[in-house]
């Protein structure tokens, strides 16, 4: 019998309680700043304030997109994230595999521990143990001095900016991102394996046709909400990699956001880009969604 709406509440009263502090958190956080993105359509001056400021509609629009920096923005920031979208995510799967398969417990949960302590390093620590191994005198050139003579300027460079940029990824948060994974690991049904070996396979005929089968749903959605954040790079990892050599490669949407908003003060022009970015995420995840559903896959609604 369908309960009436004040007695449902009354019921379940603890789960909204418990729920409170996420949906505050989501209204204050992301909701209510939305009304901000007005000054996308406004020649913004914190002096004159939000309404009073000049309306001029689509006209930031039109200067971002008629510059070069947007077509050069918009190659650093995909390079980037589709070089952490196939060698990144892959590699958490195939770490996820490798921790799933290990038969010794204590020695997997050490091993768990220790792929996830990277994670609660801050980027300014990553980026001081990148110069203690790339910088001009870390330790791959001291040894590339002493057996080759030579050295290799790799934080200033435009060909390794990115390979360090995944390289860091990895090393940091890859088992972090093997979590949700193992958990999809530990769901499939064991009987499965035992069935397997009695048939004659071996580990990789389980990993083939039972582990990767069984967790295929959950990379699904984790590719589609991947794909989501594509134009989003880690703001913190690539400002704290970037300098005045490498501008050519390193500058993303993020950091462009960073020097016309906060430096030179262009709040419009730089919520523009932001409002961009949004809307062409959204635009990548329902694309992304839609085909997958078309496949035959879970999707993520």
Not at 52 to 66: A, C, H, Y
Not at 80 to 107: G, K
Not at 220 to 246: A, E, P, R, Y
Not at 256 to 262: A, D, K, M, P, T
Request: avoid cysteine; glycine fraction near 6%; aromatic fraction near 18%.
């Amino acid at each position: 019998m369908r309960l009436h709406r004040p007695k449902r509440f009354k019921q379940l009263w603890p789960f909204y309680v418990l729920a409170a502090p996420g949906l505050l958190y989501f209204i204050i956080f992301h909701y209510a700043p939305m009304w901000g993105l007005v000054l996308a359509f406004k020649d913004y001056s914190p002096f004159r304030g939000v309404w009073d400021s000049p309306w001029v509609g689509l006209e930031n629009f039109r200067t971002f997109f008629s510059t070069s920096d947007f077509y050069i923005l918009l190659k650093n920031t995909l390079l980037i994230s589709f070089l952490n979208l196939f060698i990144y995510f892959p590699f958490t799967i195939l770490l996820s595999i490798m921790l799933h398969e290990l038969r010794l417990q204590v020695f997997k949960r050490i091993s768990q521990t220790i792929v996830y302590l990277p994670h609660f390093l801050s980027w300014v620590v990553i980026y001081g143990i990148t110069i203690s191994f790339f910088g001009p005198s870390g330790v791959i050139n001291h040894y590339l001095e002493q057996w080759m003579n030579t050295n290799a300027l790799f934080l200033v460079s435009n060909d390794w900016f990115r390979p360090l940029i995944v390289l860091q990824s990895i090393w940091k948060d890859a088992g972090w991102g093997t979590i949700i994974f193992l958990a999809a690991l530990a769901g499939i049904n064991p009987e499965l394996y035992e069935a397997a070996k009695v048939d004659g396979a071996n580990r990789f005929h389980n990993i083939r046709h039972i582990t990767l089968p069984g967790i295929k749903s959950t990379i699904v959605i984790l590719l589609l909400l991947k794909l989501g954040s594509s134009l989003d790079s880690n703001f913190m990892q690539i400002f704290l990699m970037t300098n005045s050599l490498n501008l050519e490669v390193s500058n993303v949407f993020d950091l462009f956001v960073y020097h016309i908003g906060l430096e030179q003060f262009n709040y419009s022009f730089a919520i523009t880009v932001g409002m961009f970015k949004s809307v062409a995420s959204l635009i990548l995840v329902l694309g992304a969604n839609y085909a997958a559903k078309l496949l035959g896959e879970d999707g993520i609604f």
